[in-house]
Every structure is written in C-alpha cells, then in structure tokens.
Nanobody, 127 residues
C-alpha cells in the first residue's frame, strides 16, 4: 500500500504558474503508474497526466499539453505537476493517484483503475 499527500495548490491569476507535489509513502519498492487527476465543481473527474514512477513517456490530457509537466523524483519519493500558463478552466481540485504496475509491459495511462488516492489540493485560477 501507499499513502499519497498532495500540496502546492493555491490561488493564482491566469497566465501564472503553480507546482503541485505528491509525497508518496508506504510500499515504494513496487513499480507504480503515477497520475494527476482533477475535478471541477459539477464536472466529472478527468485525468491530467500520468507517468510511470521509474520514468517513461508521460501522457497528458489534451487541454494541458504544452502547459503542464509531470515528473517523478524517486530520490524524494515524490511526483510533481508543474503547471504553467494557467487558465481559468484549470480551476479544480487536483488529486494524486497511484496504481501498481505488475510487469514492465504494463501500460501507464489515465484510464487505469487507480488503487490509491490522495486527499486533493485546490487550484483556483482567476481570470
């Protein structure tokens, strides 16, 4: 099992930047697919970005491509989401998620059924 704690959310004006952090504790010896999701009020949760914790090709939601960057830091047992050029529509609660990857051939993508979730961190972008 792993425990996920997000931080770094806050309020920012459109065009600004925020960096979200997800601290991972517990069974960090296993290989995980790490992800950031978000959910705005009245909307369905959507996957923002995913990446295998040991590296690999990240996958981004179309609306954040070129603006957001997901990156793992295994030395710190953390995953980050750098958010640049923020827009009003990026306003949401952002969640970190993890799902075990049982083999090297397992794919890491937002549609997986993620087993572990953090409590979320709020991002508010004012226009």
């Amino acid at each position: 099992q792993v425990h996920l704690v997000e931080s770094g959310g806050g309020s920012v004006q459109a065009g600004g930047s925020l960096r979200l952090s997800c601290a991972v504790s517990g069974d960090t010896s296993s290989r995980y697919c790490m992800a950031w999701f978000r959910q705005a009020p009245g909307k369905k949760r959507e996957g923002v970005a995913t990446i295998a914790a040991d590296g690999g090709t990240p996958v981004y939601f179309d609306s954040v491509k070129g603006r957001f960057t997901i990156s793992p830091d295994n030395a710190k047992n953390s995953v980050y989401l750098q958010m640049d050029s923020l827009k009003f529509e990026d306003t949401a609660m952002y969640y970190c998620a993890a799902d075990p990857l049982p083999s090297l051939r397992s794919e890491c993508y937002p549609g997986r059924n993620f087993d572990y979730w953090g409590q979320g961190t709020q991002v508010t972008v004012s226009s």
